[in-house]
């Protein structure tokens, strides 16, 4: 039977925000079958805090820094393999249902002579996936983005708006048929105006039903991305009531970090989505909101998992559920994602390997420290593919899950480039110097900025991360020691990705050179003559010394 991968990813979803990662209200026992099946990753983190370049990480298997793609609408460069330049040559058909937040390297297309349309250059420009149903929900008013499939099949449910995803799935509908956009954080407890199976989260499922159904027995590697609950923070009935306040956790915040904050994030708090979700009662409508969303996904993993039983696929598929990021919900007096707490950096990650291999790890959780791009090597290893560590900079998950390693590295690291936000313009940054990168080590979390102090979080007394002690003198061991562990970190060698270490270290440079004609060093023709004896005689070379 042939292998295939599921690879779901959410949107938008705190790793603390589903039943089996601790939320002691929002239940979610799909997931948690999943977990209970495979292995949850309890310290999983991306490589950046907001969509496009956290994504791009997650296809290359390469830090931001890496493949430079560091802010949403920033392309991915032409020439950067993706999960689909990796699993195609060995057979595997790698699909899209959902969002990727992709930006095309037009530019570069053209320079190479790429046409968009042709089978090459709709790879290049869909990060290596068959955009079977490509749906990013990012643009509600413009063509740009907009989902033609979704617009037939809203109409022919009998709607006739121009945009039904804008005005049907994602607004409300007040007594007097005053349309309430979904956009208006105040909306966010009423019920969307389209019923449950024709929002979102079902309608994407069912095209991911669909593709399945289609690929018969060629082995595939599907990418079903959820746009939700990434705003506009809005459910349809039933969802959009399930959850009122008693069952929202309290905003974990307090007036110390507010009123001893490191410039970026004092700049940050001063956003308007940080100021909206510091308002309680705003607050609590989108908790409504954003658990009711996060509900219907459960219910869709649980439709989605029916099927593959249905279809006799479980037992071939590799099944991975994340997000690409969390969200604040006014922890840390922020809104939306882009700083580097857990609550917006660390990600719910669950694996299930079908194989009898990971029998005794099922059901367990690890705190193995694992990154975003560990998926791209995981399925590479799990298809059979031949490891190119001079390329992914991540590490396959299977040794954990088959209970050949404890862990897979030291520390993890997360990039943010905050070039883009006003937040740069008010601390009178460079574009240069508008940067953020942590390192963790499973305890200590250190973030340098650029321009300003680092900031220092120890997760083992202060989870919660309330207490920066970056500016405290008592600390410098620690600042000094994960200094140098990013400074080395900065000097990996990423960008040499044509040829492997195994191959530079095979290779006999004296050999080569002779081999290529190259001669410079040689007296006399005599000398490059006895030179070229002893390599074919396998005897030791002699270097001249006079």
């Not at 609550?343 to 694996?351: C, E, G, H």
């Not at 390329?391 to 993890?412: N, W």
Request: net charge negative; proline share 5%.
């Amino acid at each position: 039977m042939a292998k295939n991968v599921l690879f779901i990813m959410c949107d938008q979803l705190r790793w603390d925000y589903l039943s089996c990662t601790g939320h002691p209200h929002l239940h979610t026992p799909n997931i948690d079958r999943l977990a209970a099946r495979g292995m949850l990753f309890d310290q999983a983190y991306v490589q950046s805090t907001i969509c496009g370049p956290s994504r791009m990480s997650f296809y290359t298997g390469r830090y931001v820094s890496s493949h430079g793609a560091t802010w949403n609408g920033v392309p991915l460069k032409v020439g950067e393999m993706t999960l689909g330049d990796h699993l195609r040559p060995l057979g595997v058909r790698t699909a899209l249902c959902g969002k990727t937040h992709m930006v095309a390297d037009r530019a570069g297309m053209a320079r190479l002579g790429l046409a968009a349309d042709s089978v090459i250059g709709v790879s290049a420009a869909q990060c290596g996936f068959e955009p079977y149903e490509r749906d990013d929900g990012l643009h509600p008013n413009a063509r740009k983005g907009r989902n033609a499939n979704y617009e037939k099949f809203m109409k022919a449910r009998g709607w006739p708006d121009e945009n039904p995803w804008d005005s049907v799935a994602n607004s409300a509908e007040s007594d007097s048929g005053e349309l309430l956009s979904g956009w208006f954080l105040d909306n966010s407890d009423k019920p969307a105006r389209a019923a449950d199976e024709e929002s979102e989260t079902p309608y994407i499922t069912s095209r991911a039903m669909d593709f399945i159904r289609e690929a018969g027995e060629t082995p595939w590697c599907l990418h079903l991305s959820y746009i939700k609950p990434h705003w506009p923070y809005i459910a349809p009935a039933p969802y959009h009531d399930m959850y009122g306040p008693e069952t929202h956790l309290d905003p974990v915040r307090n007036e110390h970090e507010r009123a001893h904050a490191h410039p970026v994030y004092r700049e940050y708090m001063k956003e308007r989505v940080s100021m909206a979700f510091s308002h309680d009662e705003t607050r609590a409508r989108v908790l409504t909101g954003y658990m009711g969303l996060v509900k219907q996904i459960d219910d869709q993993i649980g439709r989605l998992m029916d099927f593959l039983d249905e279809q006799n696929l479980t037992d071939s598929t590799l099944i991975v559920f994340t997000s690409d990021h969390g969200d604040y919900l006014g922890d840390h007096w922020l809104g939306e994602k882009e700083l580097l707490h857990d609550a917006s950096v660390r990600i719910p990650l669950i694996v299930v390997d079908p194989s009898s291999d990971a029998d005794a790890t099922r059901g367990q959780r690890t705190d193995a420290l694992v990154e975003a791009i560990d998926l791209v090597p995981t399925f590479l290893d799990y298809y059979g593919g031949e490891s190119v560590p001079h390329i992914l900079e991540g590490h396959s998950l299977l040794p954990l899950i088959h209970g050949e390693r404890d862990r897979l590295r030291d520390f993890v690291v997360a990039e943010y480039d905050y070039s883009m936000r006003d937040v740069r313009r008010r601390l009178n940054q460079t574009v240069d110097d508008a940067r953020l990168t942590m390192v963790y080590d499973g305890r200590w979390k250190y973030i340098f900025s650029e321009g300003f102090r680092p900031m220092l979080y120890d997760l083992e007394r202060d989870p919660d991360e309330l207490t920066d002690l970056g500016a405290n003198p008592d600390y410098q061991f620690h600042l000094d020691r994960l200094e140098r562990v990013f400074f080395k970190w900065c000097r990996r060698n990423a960008q040499r990705t044509t040829l492997s270490n195994e191959q530079i270290a095979r290779r006999d440079p004296s050999r080569f050179e002779a081999e290529m004609g190259i001669l410079i060093g040689y007296r006399t023709e005599q000398e490059f003559d006895e030179f070229i004896n002893e390599l074919n005689s396998g005897s030791p070379v002699a270097q001249s010394d006079s």
